[in-house]
């Protein structure tokens, strides 16, 4: 496993489950993926998850409640996990 590139060529191959549970979209490059304005990517649905799923107003829980949430259910600093 290495480092993560931040490239984004994991989330533009295909979505992670997050994503599929959460994101709405059909392309296999998840919506959530943004980029960072430096040529990088970063994951939306870490950085600010209400901004893409609606569970956060209905249920009370704020972006970095969830966004600790899923960055430990996505790895987020564990490393590159793609066969790239």
């Known amino acids: 496993m290495g480092i993560c590139q931040r490239c984004g060529k994991c989330c533009k191959d ?6 599929v ?3 709405l979209g059909t392309d296999n490059i998840c919506p959530a993926l943004e980029p960072d304005g430096n ?6 649905l870490v950085k600010h ?3 893409y ?8 829980w704020k ?4 966004a600790e949430i899923f960055g430990r ?12």
């Not at 295909?14 to 994503?19: D, N, V, Y």
């Not at 040529?39 to 939306?44: M, N, P, T, V």
């Open 14 to 19: 295909e979505r992670c489950l997050l994503s």
């Open 21 to 23: 549970e959460f994101v």
């Open 39 to 44: 040529g990088l990517y970063q994951c939306g």
């Open 49 to 51: 998850p209400t901004k």
């Open 53 to 60: 799923i609606n569970v956060g107003a209905n249920r009370g």
């Open 63 to 66: 972006d970095d409640m969830l």
């Open 73 to 84: 259910l996505l790895g987020i600093g564990r490393g590159c996990d793609a066969s790239l």
